[in-house]
């Protein structure tokens, strides 16, 4: 028997190729428009902890926008990429940074998958909590062992030298360069990953596993792929956070709120969608920022810094139940509609 | 509703578009010196902080109205809320590093532990000493490694050695320690693990028996810690917690029969947020501090004559005036000032830089005579700092809770500091070899 | 062995205090098939609430009273602005929805109220108290007393009243209870009061232990784990999920904790947790779904 | 190999004691399209959910190829090439027409996720590929102008026809479909048999599906099998089966 073959076989595409203006835009400013006007405050304060909170959502996506399982494990996976990669860099200085880095996902991605085991067997809230398990324990195993802090008496893990191929990255610009490369592709095989295959088998989980069991996918080796993978960018994000941004981390500074955090990003940017990380982390880290600016410039810090951190605190909640009540579908969604709306707008008269 | 949402996206973009040209409005003038405030107002943290800035913002006031600034340089200052995060630290510090309206920025205090050790190596690239009281990296003792970072007064360190001592006084001399219990119930974190180090060394030293019992954070819930407590029967209890972890542990401490008045808090648990909810059950608590509560001392008859009554606070609550932190508000903005003028001594009666006032602090010399004009007897310790010493100091005096108010029952409690310096030398020089970094002489004039 | 016997019934009566927390979920959960995280911030926000006033003189016995209407208000207007734009929308995004409500509520207590710390005395002195040769503690007995009250209270409430019995009928099958015609909006609002008095009372617990302040959000944590076990859907399960979970924590802090370096709570009740879904994945008591396809 | 491609032998299935299969036993010959009529019982997707390893039953053997059962899992059924459709559409609702159909390709899916990651060639070839099929099932089924379509927007006529195409696209050597015409008018029903009979005549698919409407079943079906409470009453051509007095008895009184 055979299945019958288009009779044309005309190459047929899938998307319809546009010249991806936005998108080229986007890059130029990032890699020319910002080395050329970005100052050490928008390097360090906001564009570094922006790109890699964006990537700390995708990896999360992947999981839980794409594949439907809840995590809210996410900093504990970001905490094991940062203190691998350290500990490569450290004891095995002669891999250098991108190996180093790689091989720091690489066992995030083992612990997400130990950790992704349950998927098997457990669903919904009980998986939640386990990540949660995932979450605390790792922690501890982080504070508890010296030995994952080179014996360091305060359990803070530091950047030694960033350099690739000798180049220095230590500074402000070397550390946004580096954070953006990676970032770009990771999202790149991220993109290619949800468009092929699996991505498909994936979302077929989410959208119904029984179904997705009957029509061939093996559903609980996808699950714990997906666990995999999306601890790998949790991971490689952590390295960054700790490393192209902070510059230093202890296991405080993955604790569950950066988990919290990393979930608002996914909720407001929106559930599968890529590029919703980036919508999602740009809105959740420039928020506090612009309140707290506005704050300063209305009051010239008159006003009661904690009222203004409380009030933000009600905005993100009030945002977060809006988003779920009118669109679960993020802020992306928001932005698609807004471009549909100006492409046709001349038809309008 | 649909709007609503449009709404808070146009909001974001505005965000965007505003924070560029968002620029606090203070006016500054470049002859003045710029005191940055990295301030947590929110978080679990808050309820102390409040109270530090208040002390901070006082004595600045007073600096400025009633001496008429540093040597004719007025202060200027402006708050950035950190919520006690190393990010947002990260961020204040981003924003204020480069001065304010061309007011430099000679001292930095990144005032939490996050934050600190964040800033630690960006601020030695900037050239912009950061003082941490009380908390911070203590191998940044040893000035040679870390040029930038001055952890002044107290390190987790001196803390533990001057807590020995202090027990050693009450048993009645060292000889008295051999055979002693002493627990430690410590925060099961980076700042809990500090001391296991140094009491370990001071354990073989005085030959006492050193038990460590960590306790996981958050700390609410303590019975199974004081459990292991009451077996072991220790002499003495050296109490390690922090925020809520304090009060559950004074509480649960009564509740296994333990004598309050033999557990000694370190100074994040020697304030009254620690005890009061622990109520009656804290009566005869001790604690160790380097900035005692106490509204007696003379700079407090000045700034109740100058400050307060004027109606010029920054206190919300004036029954907190002379509390545990605002006293710490005190202190820290003491240190930054002297730091200042010391180093106006040397370059001149203006505003200074941050390499400028990293000389300041390292040739900081406070002593009793100062420590009198200043109306700090009492209140502050005699500090000396030098190129190889960025801690000065070691000192703490201890109080008491008597269910409403400290009481001070004892003078300045002085560390061992020559015994442990090896310990931190070994650590800044594992520190300087990871990183790579050669040391730099020190020739007495950097 | 008298160690071994006391530190397991502290642990068990240390375990009552998880249970009053964990019995908020149940509840909620049970009715309207949300799984509430702002079960903590609500624990706080009753917690403040209660304090602020009796600072402010405010007797004790009027406190309560107007906590408990303050907390009504608060459920009512959670149903009418969270609950029903989001009915019939997946558990996962209820529950995702209760996160942000717990930033609100949080956000609010603590700017109304302030964030210093507030001490909270029930006249319970926290005393050692000897049955034998066993050290127990009052404060602990007087938690467990409460726990038992509030359950034959509920009991009650469930079984005796005519919402008790609409609201087990929502529980057992939503449909069924709307074509009878019960109003699922009053049932909600009523199970999230009473939610919210039951937290009341965990948050006065909690609170005259460790002082009332913003960490008595945290307890929330301590109760996941008593329900993974003791199962979302019944409040006998969640009484023996916490004595399970308070008396295993305690055992293994003294006796595990000491080889691998101790402060291993945090984690390891959730771990206990796991092991128990490997056995039974829909925990002690709670009912599993067949999925129909 | 035998004639018969599946032999159903004893099946017992029962809900909380609750029999809803009763020791059924039947046969389905290769390349013949089977219906099951089901008048009275409950759990008519039952049978489908046993054979296909979504329930597991209690008691009974499955034979599919000569090949023995006592247990199947759904996913060994669709390796082993059992294609299935669902009564109430279990399309996946967020994703495209197209996607939905190339779901049903995993089982043939031989390239790596790093492959795919890293959109190497192998990767990329597959995809080719799998879209030239996707595309040939799309025109088959007439579906080409709804590629791009959510299914979850789609008429319910159409979904049923997706949910075909997800199955087919595998090229199963056995195909159950449960109810492939539930809830369609008159011409749908008919366009759908159609379908269904191309299936089977120009992919040699042997189907086996659950139908009511009698009309259709007669027309459309080589081999009718027919069950009262779980219980078989009745077996063979539609002739015969309209013959049978238990049937004829079966469906007195009701009404279709």
Same mark, same amino acid.
């Given at each position: 028997?055979?299945?019958?073959?288009?009779?044309?076989?005309?190459?047929?595409?899938?998307?319809?190729?546009?010249?991806?203006?936005?998108?080229?835009?986007?890059?130029?400013?990032?890699?020319?428009?910002?080395?050329?006007?970005?100052?050490?405050?928008?390097?360090?304060?906001?564009?570094?902890?922006?790109?890699?909170?964006?990537?700390?959502?995708?990896?999360?996506?992947?999981?839980?926008?794409?594949?439907?399982?809840?995590?809210?494990?996410?900093?504990?996976? +970001?905490?094991? =990429?940062?203190?691998?990669?350290?500990?490569?860099?450290?004891?095995?200085?002669?891999?250098?940074?991108?190996?180093?880095?790689?091989?720091?996902?690489?066992?995030?991605?083992?612990?997400?998958?130990?950790?992704?085991?349950?998927?098997?067997?457990?669903?919904?809230?009980?998986?939640?909590?386990?990540?949660?398990?995932?979450?605390?324990?790792?922690?501890?195993?982080?504070?508890?062992?010296?030995?994952?802090?080179?014996?360091?008496?305060?359990?803070?893990?530091?950047?030694?030298?960033?350099?690739?191929?000798?180049?220095?990255?230590?500074?402000?610009?070397?550390?946004?360069?580096?954070?953006?490369?990676?970032?770009?592709?990771?999202?790149?095989?991220?993109?290619?990953? %949800?468009?092929?295959?699996?991505?498909?088998?994936?979302?077929?989980?989410?959208?119904?596993?029984?179904?997705?069991? #009957?029509?061939?996918?093996?559903?609980?080796?996808?699950?714990?792929?997906?666990?995999?993978?999306?601890?790998?960018?949790?991971?490689?994000?952590?390295?960054?956070?700790?490393?192209?941004?902070?510059?230093?981390?202890?296991?405080?500074?993955?604790?569950?709120?950066?988990?919290?955090?990393?979930?608002?990003?996914?909720?407001?940017?929106?559930?599968?969608?890529?590029?919703?990380?980036?919508?999602?982390?740009?809105?959740?880290?420039?928020?506090?920022?612009?309140?707290?600016?506005?704050?300063?410039?209305?009051?010239?810090?008159?006003?009661?810094?904690?009222?203004?951190?409380?009030?933000?605190?009600?905005?993100?909640?009030?945002?977060?139940?809006?988003?779920?009540?009118?669109?679960?579908?993020?802020?992306?969604?928001?932005?698609?509609?807004?471009?549909?709306?100006?492409?046709?707008?001349?038809?309008?008269? | 509703?649909?709007?609503?949402?449009?709404?808070?996206?146009?909001?974001?973009?505005?965000?965007?578009?505003?924070?560029?040209?968002? #620029?606090?409005?203070? +006016?500054?003038?470049?002859?003045?010196?710029?005191?940055?405030?990295?301030?947590?107002?929110?978080?679990?943290?808050?309820?102390?902080?409040?109270?530090?800035?208040?002390?901070?913002?006082?004595?600045?006031?007073?600096?400025?109205?009633?001496?008429?600034?540093?040597?004719?340089?007025?202060?200027?200052?402006?708050?950035?809320?950190?919520?006690?995060?190393?990010?947002?630290?990260?961020?204040?510090?981003?924003?204020?590093?480069?001065?304010?309206?061309?007011?430099?920025?000679?001292?930095?205090?990144?005032?939490?532990?996050?934050?600190?050790?964040?800033?630690?190596?960006?601020?030695?690239?900037?050239?912009?000493?950061?003082?941490?009281?009380?908390?911070?990296?203590?191998?940044?003792?040893?000035?040679?490694?870390?040029?930038?970072?001055?952890?002044?007064?107290?390190?987790?360190?001196?803390?533990?050695?001057?807590?020995?001592?202090?027990?050693?006084?009450?048993?009645?001399?060292?000889?008295?320690?051999?055979?002693?219990?002493?627990?430690? &119930?410590?925060?099961?974190?980076?700042?809990?693990?500090?001391?296991?180090?140094?009491?370990?060394?001071?354990?073989?030293?005085?030959?006492? *028996?050193?038990?460590?019992?960590?306790?996981?954070?958050?700390?609410?819930?303590?019975?199974?810690?004081?459990?292991?407590?009451?077996?072991?029967?220790?002499?003495?209890?050296?109490?390690?917690?922090?925020?809520?972890?304090?009060?559950?542990?004074?509480?649960?401490?009564?509740?296994?029969?333990?004598?309050?008045?033999?557990?000694?808090?370190?100074?994040?648990?020697?304030?009254?947020?620690? %005890?009061?909810?622990?109520?009656?059950?804290?009566?005869?608590?001790?604690?160790?501090?380097?900035?005692?509560?106490?509204?007696?001392?003379?700079?407090?008859?000045?700034?109740?004559?100058?400050?307060?009554?004027?109606?010029?606070?920054?206190?919300?609550?004036?029954?907190?005036?002379?509390?545990?932190?605002?006293?710490?508000?005190?202190?820290?903005?003491?240190?930054?000032? *002297?730091?200042?003028?010391?180093?106006?001594?040397?370059?001149?009666?203006?505003?200074?830089?941050?390499?400028?006032?990293?000389?300041?602090?390292?040739?900081?010399?406070?002593?009793?005579?100062?420590?009198?004009?200043?109306?700090?007897?009492?209140?502050?310790?005699?500090?000396?700092?030098?190129?190889?010493?960025?801690?000065?100091?070691?000192?703490?005096? &201890?109080?008491?809770?008597?269910?409403?108010?400290?009481?001070?029952?004892?003078?300045?409690?002085?560390?061992?500091?020559?015994?442990?310096?090896?310990?931190?030398?070994?650590?800044?020089?594992?520190?300087?070899?990871?990183?790579?970094?050669?040391?730099?002489?020190?020739?007495?004039?950097? | 062995?008298?160690?071994?016997?006391?530190?397991?019934?502290?642990?068990?009566?240390?375990?009552? +205090?998880?249970?009053?927390?964990?019995?908020?979920?149940?509840?909620?959960?049970?009715?309207?098939?949300?799984?509430?995280?702002?079960?903590?911030?609500?624990?706080?926000?009753?917690?403040?609430?209660?304090?602020?006033?009796?600072?402010?003189?405010?007797?004790?016995?009027?406190?309560?009273?107007?906590?408990?209407?303050?907390?009504?208000?608060?459920?009512?207007?959670?149903?009418?602005? #969270?609950?029903?734009?989001?009915?019939?929308?997946?558990?996962?995004?209820?529950?995702?929805?209760?996160?942000?409500?717990?930033?609100?509520?949080?956000?609010?207590?603590?700017?109304?109220?302030?964030?210093?710390?507030?001490?909270?005395?029930?006249?319970?002195?926290?005393?050692?108290?000897?049955?034998?040769?066993?050290?127990?503690?009052?404060?602990?007995?007087?938690?467990?007393?409460?726990?038992?009250?509030?359950?034959?209270?509920?009991?009650?409430?469930?079984?005796?009243?005519?919402? =008790?019995?609409?609201?087990?009928?929502?529980?057992?099958?939503?449909?069924?209870?709307?074509?009878?015609?019960?109003?699922?909006?009053?049932?909600?609002?009523?199970?999230?009061?009473?939610?919210?008095?039951?937290?009341?009372?965990?948050?006065?617990?909690?609170?005259?232990?460790?002082?009332?302040?913003?960490?008595?959000?945290?307890?929330?944590?301590?109760?996941?784990? %008593?329900?993974?076990?003791?199962?979302?859907?019944?409040?006998?399960?969640?009484?023996? =999920?916490?004595?399970?979970?308070?008396?295993?924590?305690?055992?293994?802090?003294?006796?595990?904790?000491?080889?691998?370096?101790?402060?291993?709570?945090?984690?390891?009740?959730?771990?206990?947790?796991?092991?128990?879904?490997?056995?039974?994945?829909?925990?002690?008591?709670?009912?599993?779904?067949?999925?129909?396809? | 190999?035998?004639?018969?491609?599946?032999?159903?032998?004893?099946?017992?299935?029962?809900?909380?004691?609750?029999?809803?299969?009763?020791?059924?036993?039947?046969?389905?010959?290769?390349?013949?399209?089977?219906?099951?009529?089901?008048?009275?019982?409950?759990?008519?997707?039952?049978?489908?959910?046993?054979?296909?390893?979504?329930?597991?039953?209690?008691?009974?053997?499955?034979?599919?190829?000569?090949?023995?059962?006592?247990?199947?899992?759904?996913?060994?059924?669709?390796?082993?090439?059992?294609?299935?459709?669902?009564?109430?559409?279990?399309?996946?609702?967020?994703?495209?027409?197209?996607?939905?159909?190339?779901?049903?390709?995993?089982?043939?899916?031989?390239?790596?996720?790093?492959?795919?990651?890293?959109?190497?060639?192998?990767?990329?070839?597959?995809?080719?590929?799998?879209?030239?099929?996707?595309?040939?099932?799309?025109?088959?089924?007439?579906?080409?102008?709804?590629?791009?379509?959510?299914?979850?927007?789609?008429?319910?006529?159409?979904?049923?026809?997706?949910?075909?195409?997800?199955?087919?696209?595998?090229?199963?050597?056995?195909?159950?479909?449960?109810?492939?015409?539930?809830?369609?008018?008159? *011409?749908?029903?008919?366009?759908?048999?159609?379908?269904?009979?191309?299936?089977?005549?120009?992919?040699?698919?042997?189907?086996?599906?659950?139908?009511?409407?009698?009309?259709?079943?007669?027309?459309?079906?080589?081999?009718?099998?027919?069950?009262?409470?779980?219980?078989?009453?009745?077996?063979?051509?539609?002739?015969?089966?309209?013959?049978?007095?238990?049937?004829?008895?079966?469906?007195?009184?009701?009404?279709?």
């Amino acid at each position: 028997m055979s299945i019958p073959l288009a009779q044309h076989t005309a190459p047929l595409l899938l998307i319809q190729r546009r010249m991806p203006w936005a998108l080229i835009g986007l890059l130029a400013l990032a890699f020319i428009g910002v080395p050329l006007w970005g100052n050490d405050y928008w390097l360090n304060a906001i564009l570094i902890p922006f790109l890699v909170l964006s990537l700390a959502g995708l990896g999360l996506n992947l999981l839980t926008g794409y594949t439907g399982q809840t995590s809210v494990g996410a900093a504990g996976f +970001m905490a094991v =990429g940062a203190f691998a990669t350290y500990g490569f860099l450290l004891r095995l200085p002669e891999l250098g940074l991108p190996v180093a880095l790689l091989g720091g996902g690489v066992i995030s991605a083992l612990v997400g998958l130990l950790f992704g085991l349950p998927s098997s067997r457990i669903k919904g809230f009980y998986l939640m909590v386990t990540t949660l398990a995932a979450q605390f324990f790792l922690e501890w195993l982080f504070v508890k062992f010296p030995w994952f802090y080179n014996y360091g008496s305060s359990g803070t893990i530091s950047a030694p030298r960033l350099a690739l191929f000798g180049h220095d990255l230590n500074t402000p610009l070397g550390r946004y360069l580096l954070t953006l490369v990676t970032v770009l592709l990771l999202t790149w095989t991220a993109i290619n990953l %949800v468009r092929t295959q699996v991505g498909r088998n994936w979302m077929a989980i989410r959208d119904m596993d029984t179904a997705a069991a #009957v029509v061939g996918i093996p559903v609980v080796r996808y699950k714990r792929l997906a666990f995999a993978v999306s601890s790998f960018y949790l991971g490689i994000a952590g390295a960054l956070w700790a490393f192209a941004y902070l510059g230093t981390a202890s296991a405080s500074s993955f604790d569950i709120n950066r988990s919290f955090q990393i979930l608002f990003i996914i909720i407001i940017g929106g559930m599968g969608s890529i590029a919703g990380n980036f919508v999602g982390a740009a809105f959740i880290s420039l928020l506090p920022i612009f309140l707290s600016h506005a704050g300063q410039a209305l009051f010239g810090g008159s006003v009661d810094a904690g009222q203004l951190q409380n009030l933000q605190k009600i905005i993100f909640g009030v945002l977060i139940i809006v988003f779920l009540i009118k669109e679960p579908e993020g802020l992306i969604r928001l932005l698609h509609n807004l471009r549909d709306r100006v492409r046709q707008w001349p038809l309008r008269f | 509703m649909r709007a609503s949402l449009k709404r808070s996206l146009v909001g974001a973009a505005f965000a965007l578009a505003t924070l560029a040209g968002a #620029v606090p409005q203070a +006016m500054a003038s470049p002859d003045q010196q710029f005191i940055p405030l990295a301030t947590y107002r929110v978080g679990a943290y808050a309820s102390s902080g409040v109270q530090v800035w208040a002390g901070m913002i006082d004595y600045l006031r007073y600096i400025n109205e009633v001496e008429g600034g540093i040597n004719g340089v007025k202060l200027v200052w402006q708050e950035c809320e950190t919520e006690w995060t190393a990010e947002k630290g990260i961020e204040c510090y981003e924003r204020f590093k480069h001065g304010l309206d061309g007011a430099p920025v000679a001292v930095y205090q990144p005032n939490g532990a996050p934050a600190a050790y964040a800033l630690s190596e960006r601020a030695e690239v900037d050239k912009i000493p950061l003082i941490t009281l009380g908390y911070g990296r203590t191998e940044a003792t040893d000035g040679t490694v870390f040029p930038y970072n001055f952890p002044v007064m107290l390190t987790f360190y001196s803390e533990a050695s001057t807590l020995v001592n202090y027990i050693a006084q009450r048993e009645g001399g060292f000889d008295k320690l051999k055979g002693k219990k002493i627990a430690t &119930v410590y925060h099961d974190s980076a700042y809990g693990r500090e001391t296991l180090g140094p009491l370990k060394l001071l354990a073989e030293k005085y030959g006492f *028996e050193n038990i460590q019992i960590p306790v996981a954070d958050p700390g609410n819930e303590q019975s199974a810690q004081w459990r292991q407590v009451r077996q072991a029967n220790p002499d003495w209890v050296f109490l390690r917690t922090w925020g809520v972890s304090t009060p559950v542990a004074v509480k649960t401490a009564a509740r296994f029969g333990f004598p309050v008045d033999h557990i000694i808090g370190d100074i994040w648990a020697s304030s009254s947020e620690d %005890v009061l909810p622990a109520g009656a059950a804290a009566k005869g608590y001790l604690a160790l501090t380097p900035y005692p509560a106490g509204a007696d001392f003379e700079i407090h008859k000045r700034l109740k004559q100058y400050i307060l009554d004027k109606g010029h606070s920054d206190l919300k609550d004036l029954k907190n005036f002379g509390s545990v932190y605002y006293n710490s508000g005190l202190v820290n903005a003491a240190v930054a000032v *002297e730091a200042i003028r010391t180093g106006q001594a040397k370059f001149g009666k203006r505003p200074l830089n941050g390499e400028e006032g990293r000389w300041g602090l390292e040739h900081l010399n406070i002593d009793d005579a100062r420590l009198k004009d200043m109306g700090y007897l009492g209140l502050m310790q005699n500090l000396k700092l030098s190129c190889r010493d960025h801690e000065g100091g070691g000192s703490a005096r &201890v109080q008491q809770w008597d269910g409403a108010n400290w009481t001070l029952i004892s003078e300045w409690i002085a560390a061992d500091r020559g015994l442990l310096r090896p310990l931190i030398d070994e650590k800044s020089a594992a520190f300087a070899k990871e990183k790579g970094l050669t040391p730099r002489t020190c020739t007495g004039d950097e | 062995m008298t160690f071994f016997f006391e530190t397991l019934l502290g642990g068990l009566l240390a375990g009552t +205090m998880y249970s009053l927390v964990a019995i908020g979920f149940v509840l909620i959960y049970k009715a309207s098939g949300v799984f509430n995280f702002a079960q903590g911030a609500m624990l706080l926000f009753a917690a403040l609430t209660f304090v602020s006033l009796h600072d402010q003189g405010v007797p004790f016995a009027l406190a309560l009273l107007l906590t408990v209407i303050v907390m009504s208000v608060g459920a009512l207007l959670i149903g009418r602005l #969270v609950l029903r734009p989001l009915v019939n929308r997946s558990q996962i995004t209820l529950f995702m929805a209760t996160l942000g409500l717990s930033f609100i509520i949080e956000g609010l207590a603590q700017g109304l109220m302030g964030s210093q710390v507030r001490a909270l005395d029930l006249g319970i002195d926290d005393v050692p108290l000897f049955v034998g040769p066993l050290m127990l503690s009052q404060f602990d007995l007087i938690a467990a007393a409460a726990a038992v009250v509030l359950v034959t209270v509920l009991a009650l409430l469930f079984n005796k009243t005519r919402i =008790g019995v609409s609201l087990r009928a929502v529980a057992d099958d939503t449909t069924a209870a709307l074509s009878i015609g019960i109003n699922l909006n009053r049932i909600w609002q009523i199970v999230w009061a009473v939610a919210g008095i039951v937290g009341l009372v965990a948050g006065l617990l909690w609170g005259a232990r460790q002082g009332v302040q913003f960490s008595l959000s945290l307890v929330v944590l301590k109760a996941l784990p %008593v329900l993974i076990i003791g199962g979302f859907t019944s409040i006998g399960g969640a009484i023996v =999920g916490g004595l399970i979970v308070g008396a295993a924590e305690n055992l293994a802090e003294v006796y595990i904790g000491p080889l691998i370096g101790g402060g291993i709570t945090p984690w390891f009740a959730y771990v206990l947790a796991l092991a128990f879904l490997y056995i039974r994945p829909a925990g002690l008591f709670g009912e599993r779904a067949i999925e129909r396809v | 190999m035998s004639q018969a491609i599946l032999q159903v032998r004893d099946i017992s299935l029962s809900f909380k004691g609750v029999k809803a299969i009763n020791a059924l036993s039947f046969e389905v010959l290769r390349g013949e399209i089977c219906a099951l009529i089901w008048p009275n019982g409950a759990g008519k997707s039952s049978l489908l959910n046993v054979l296909n390893g979504v329930y597991r039953f209690d008691a009974g053997e499955i034979v599919f190829e000569d090949q023995h059962f006592h247990r199947i899992d759904p996913l060994g059924a669709a390796r082993r090439g059992i294609g299935r459709t669902f009564q109430n559409n279990a399309l996946f609702k967020k994703m495209s027409v197209l996607d939905n159909i190339l779901t049903g390709l995993s089982r043939h899916m031989r390239s790596s996720f790093i492959e795919q990651a890293l959109g190497l060639p192998r990767a990329r070839r597959e995809a080719e590929a799998f879209r030239l099929r996707a595309q040939g099932i799309l025109e088959f089924l007439e579906l080409q102008a709804h590629r791009d379509v959510l299914v979850g927007n789609l008429s319910y006529g159409l979904q049923k026809r997706v949910e075909l195409g997800r199955a087919l696209i595998a090229g199963p050597s056995l195909l159950l479909l449960d109810e492939p015409m539930a809830g369609m008018n008159a *011409e749908e029903k008919q366009e759908m048999a159609r379908f269904v009979a191309d299936v089977n005549r120009d992919l040699g698919t042997t189907v086996v599906l659950i139908e009511h409407d009698m009309g259709v079943v007669m027309g459309l079906s080589d081999h009718v099998v027919v069950l009262d409470y779980g219980r078989k009453v009745g077996d063979g051509t539609p002739a015969q089966v309209q013959a049978n007095p238990e049937v004829i008895a079966a469906y007195l009184g009701v009404v279709h």
